[in-house]
């Protein structure tokens, strides 16, 4: 969890007036091309059964999640955390 811990901050580093200015003027409909962009190059690369670059879209997706979530608490509304609660509580019930 240290290296995630460490990403979330980084996320929130980008994102913070000392951050990135590009990271910082995005919202979540600006997101959504790179989203499914990303969803897809994801999805070519199981379907070529090329493992590397399966890890890298799953990192690329990963920071999709950690994007939409620290624009989400920016905002009050929910955090990465949130997100991890909501499904730990849905695996847990469906299992």
């Given at each position: ?16 007036p ?13 997101l ?22 399966m ?7 990963l ?6 979530s ?9 955090s ?11 695996l847990?019930?469906r299992?």
């Amino acid at each position: 969890m240290k290296n995630f811990d460490q990403l979330v901050r980084v996320m929130a580093l980008l994102r913070s007036p000392k951050g990135c200015p590009w990271d910082r003027k995005q919202t979540h409909q600006t997101l959504l091309k790179y989203l499914y962009e990303e969803a897809d190059e994801f999805k070519r690369s199981v379907r070529k059964k090329d493992y590397a670059n399966m890890e890298e879209e799953l990192g690329d997706l990963l920071l999709q999640v950690l994007f939409h979530s620290q624009i989400a608490k920016e905002k009050d509304r929910f955090s990465i955390d949130h997100v991890i609660k909501t499904l730990i509580r849905k695996l847990t019930l469906r299992h």
